[in-house]
């Protein structure tokens, strides 16, 4: 089935439900292995840089999301490891994706209604549209 799940996260509640679906794939397949991603984007205006955390402080934030998504993973015993990539959300996805030699993509949906999916877009939403294999979406 798939061996190598790709699981994006980003902290939500969405992420944690994700997380749960990749560990029922992993589980199906006996030498399944999860990678969690995490993308941080990198800051874009002189404002940003300015306001950015320390790098201590940025740790701090992504370690406090990503480990309730090892938690789950853990206690359903499901072999995983994580990585931490950087750039726009989408298209990093993406393209780790392709260079990790990804089964599937696993994502939580952030529940756009249609007029916000429109004007914001969605990370969810563009990897669906661009990904090269299946994405299963979790709301």
């Known amino acids: 089935m798939y061996k190598k799940?790709?699981?994006?996260?980003?902290?939500?509640?969405?992420?944690l439900r994700a997380a749960a679906e990749a560990a029922k794939l992993a589980k199906a397949e006996a030498?399944?292995?999860v990678e969690i991603v995490y993308?941080?984007?990198?800051?874009?205006?002189?404002?940003e840089i300015l306001l950015e955390p320390s790098k201590e402080e940025q740790e701090k934030v992504r370690n406090a999301?990503?480990?309730?998504?090892e938690k789950i993973?853990?206690?359903?015993?499901?072999?995983?490891?994580?990585?931490?990539?950087t750039g726009e959300a989408a298209p990093a996805i993406?393209?780790?994706?392709?260079?990790?030699?990804?089964?599937?993509?696993?994502?939580?949906?952030?529940?756009?209604?249609?007029?916000?999916?429109?004007v914001l877009g969605g990370v969810s939403n563009d990897v669906v549209q661009k990904a090269t294999v299946p994405v299963l979406l979790v709301k």
């Open 73 to 85: 993973l853990d206690d359903a015993a499901v072999q995983h490891k994580t990585s931490i990539i």
């Open 5 to 15: 799940i790709l699981l994006a996260i980003d902290g939500s509640e969405n992420s």
């Open 31 to 33: 030498d399944s292995v």
């Open 39 to 47: 993308v941080t984007v990198p800051p874009k205006t002189a404002r």
């Open 94 to 118: 993406v393209q780790h994706s392709k260079t990790a030699g990804a089964d599937i993509i696993v994502i939580g949906s952030r529940g756009l209604n249609a007029v916000q999916k429109f």
């Open 65 to 69: 999301k990503i480990q309730p998504v």
